[in-house]
């Protein structure tokens, strides 16, 4: 019998992707989106597979939640909706908590009700802050810098305090920063390289926040889509935490570099105040992920921002790595 999994934020930039990784290799899913800040067009490949099903629904709904696993028992899950804007966790630490924490929680009791043995998290560098030795790795001490990353890390707890006193395979895989196609430039919750792309597209200056000398270890969502389906599929998976990131760390103004010899009749950037909460230096070390999923990002960041540069933001749908 084909095992079923189930991906919450399954309409997202990361939750598409993963969702076809998953069809390609012949497991069947279930989506949940509530659509939030989802877009159903992403899953335009998926809902042409007869071993996916689509559900319209909130993660915060327990009742929702609890026939679906009740109903498809559940090989496991990778839990990704979640509120990924470092700015609107400031202003909404109430909904922060519910969607980053609150609800993880739930989706785990879940787990342990149904016999769903495996839960996959998406936690998040930002759990490091700003003053954690570079590369920052696993072991280093926490030191969360906003109410989202605070929220990432108490899940992590909870996650693995249930693991060690229920068995729960909990695997939390600590995001860098993701890009490539289908991640939405007009959303508070998009990453720098979708704005700079849509802004150079178009002719528009592009607003760098600080000095641009800045660094973020930048990941292809195709190598992260291919890390959560191998942490959801492969048995030997040991619960910890892990990074998902390529181990280089490129300034924005190196980014800019790029960007502007592909566009050079583009406005020149503009400068102004670091954000609140930004973190000035991010580099992961990639080393134990490697060693378990024998994981490598596959896609140098000079190819992978000049396809995204060149293609745009939405993509072919022929994702299938």
Not at 276 to 300: A, E, V
Request: aromatic content about 10%.
């Amino acid at each position: 019998m084909t095992q079923a999994f189930l991906v919450t934020g399954a309409a997202g930039f990361i939750g598409s992707h993963s969702v076809e990784w998953l069809l390609a290799h012949n497991y069947q899913v279930v989506g949940v989106d509530n659509l939030r800040t989802g877009h159903l067009e992403n899953l335009e490949v998926a809902q042409s597979s007869p071993e996916f099903e689509w559900v319209l629904a909130d993660v915060c709904d327990e009742a929702v939640m609890r026939e679906l696993f009740r109903k498809h028992r559940f090989a496991g899950v990778l839990h990704l909706a979640a509120l990924v804007s470092v700015p609107e966790s400031f202003r909404e630490p109430a909904l922060n908590y519910q969607l980053n924490l609150a609800t993880v929680d739930s989706i785990a009791r879940l787990c342990l009700e149904f016999e769903c043995k495996r839960l996959v998290f998406a936690s998040s560098a930002a759990v490091y802050g700003s003053h954690a030795a570079l590369p920052n790795q696993e072991f280093a001490i926490p030191q969360p810098q906003s109410p989202y990353a605070a929220a990432k890390l108490a899940a992590e707890v909870i996650l693995l305090g249930y693991a060690a006193s229920y068995g729960l395979e909990a695997i939390c895989l600590r995001y860098f920063n993701v890009y490539g196609p289908r991640q939405d430039p007009g959303s508070p919750y998009s990453g720098v390289l979708s704005i700079f792309t849509d802004r150079f597209q178009g002719g528009l200056p592009v607003t760098v926040h600080g000095d641009g000398e800045q660094t973020r270890d930048f990941v292809s969502v195709r190598d992260v889509a291919r890390a959560n389906g191998e942490a959801l599929t492969q048995m030997h998976v040991v619960v910890d935490r892990y990074n998902v990131c390529t181990g280089r760390g490129i300034s924005l103004n190196q980014v800019l570099a790029i960007y502007q010899e592909l566009f050079p009749n583009a406005p020149p950037a503009k400068y102004t105040a670091a954000r609140i909460g930004d973190i000035r230096h991010s580099r992961g070390y990639p080393g134990k992920l490697q060693d378990m999923l024998s994981f490598k990002s596959q896609t140098p960041f000079e190819q992978g921002l000049r396809e995204l540069a060149v293609g745009g933001l939405t993509d072919n749908h022929q994702d299938r790595a």
